[in-house]
């Protein structure tokens, strides 16, 4: 019997270790190859270079906003999800391009292409990168929204700790990466293993932009008690939209963009 527990622990440590080797691989699902605009559904958007800190140059879509008699609608900068890359987004930045919203499609390192590997710190140096771009382009800051969808949301809410913008919004956010993983690997000891924790509840308070949320209540990947865990905690003024019907990723199809649409409106009159 003895034998046999010390066996089971020895290939249960072996299994943790290998988890918290590979844990990056298992977080990180990004595209390869980038597309074009134009096949993605949003032709109007240009590629563009972001250039970080440490010296990457990464690939980027950006349509300008339009101006209304001398007054530029806001600039949406967006942070995707970890799956996937920018092209699989032209559906859900559509929306905004149509009233006249500029949008930056941030794509990550290691993403689509774009040269270095993915991680917590690197996706805050491209996030620095998207809003040193969209000043460079002559868009004043209290005119940019901030767009995190699901772990975008983690980057969304770090940069506007070191930004004065316009406003966010978060789509199916979390309070923490730790907590969605603790949730979903309840077996591992992952508070102690997690090397990108994203701990947005952490620095919510130091968030001050006015504030929209949407989540699904069917959320599987990113349980709803944590998006509501994170509006708690959060500065007003704050709105958020719980769709009884939507999942994680159907945010849109159950009236997300539509209700962060109104938000923006209201808070930046056309």
Do not use: C
């Not at 006249?100 to 993403?111: D, H, K, M, S, T």
């Amino acid at each position: 019997m003895w034998r046999a527990a010390i066996y089971g622990l020895s290939a249960y440590a072996l299994f943790v270790a290998a988890m918290y080797a590979l844990q990056r691989s298992i977080m990180y699902f990004p595209a390869r190859s980038l597309s074009t605009p134009a096949r993605a559904g949003v032709p109007e958007m240009i590629p563009v270079t972001l250039r970080t800190a440490d010296g990457l140059e990464l690939a980027a879509w950006y349509g300008a906003p339009r101006d209304d008699g001398g007054n530029a609608r806001p600039t949406v900068v967006y942070f995707h999800g970890n799956g996937g890359g920018i092209a699989a987004r032209g559906s859900r930045v559509r929306p905004y391009l149509d009233r006249g919203f500029g949008v930056l499609l941030v794509e990550y390192r290691g993403y689509s292409g774009n040269p270095g590997s993915p991680g917590e710190q690197g996706l805050y140096a491209d996030g620095r990168a998207a809003l040193a771009f969209v000043q460079s382009e002559g868009l004043p800051l209290d005119r940019v929204v901030l767009l995190g969808e699901s772990l975008g949301s983690g980057v969304a809410v770090r940069m506007a700790t070191e930004f004065d913008v316009g406003a966010v919004v978060l789509e199916a956010p979390f309070s923490s990466a730790v907590d969605v993983a603790a949730g979903a690997y309840w077996f591992l000891p992952v508070r102690w293993l997690m090397k990108d924790r994203f701990d947005s509840i952490s620095r919510i308070g130091g968030v001050h932009a006015p504030l929209f949320m949407v989540h699904g209540e069917r959320d599987r990947i990113v349980p709803v008690r944590l998006g509501r865990k994170l509006f708690a905690a959060a500065n007003d003024p704050k709105e958020a939209a719980y769709l009884p019907d939507a999942g994680h990723n159907d945010l849109p199809a159950h009236g997300g963009t539509r209700l962060a649409i109104d938000f923006l409106e209201r808070r930046f009159p056309p």
